[in-house]
């Protein structure tokens, strides 16, 4: 995927099994494209971790996934668009806040400089 911003706000986070579909269901239709329509929001990818195996220095490595299994990376314009009012009413809207957020655990966040 090419980078289309100077920056990447990433989030990825684990959920309660029984609530997988539902996730799933509302991160793609709801919570996506609210935040895509935040002001300095230019796209949203979002990806499953898997384990794998690799050759490395000549020797087979397989990998389990170690960290939290979903992650959505959005391309933002600068940090300030998450302190932005409707980033704020973004994340509140549709079913994501009372109906998935509780489910999800294991959540980190972080914002990348693209170089």
Known sequence: MPIATKYL???????????????????????????????????????????FTMQLGGQKIEKPHDGPIYTAIYEIENPGVLMSPEWAEAGEKGRWPGEVRPFTHNRRHWVCKVL
Request: aromatic content about 10%; overall charge negative.
């Open 9 to 51: 706000f990433i989030v990825s986070m684990d959920v309660a099994p029984d609530k997988e579909a539902l996730f799933n269901e509302v991160y793609d239709k709801e919570h996506v494209p609210y935040i895509t329509k935040v002001p300095g929001v230019r796209g949203a990818t979002r990806i499953k971790g898997e384990a």
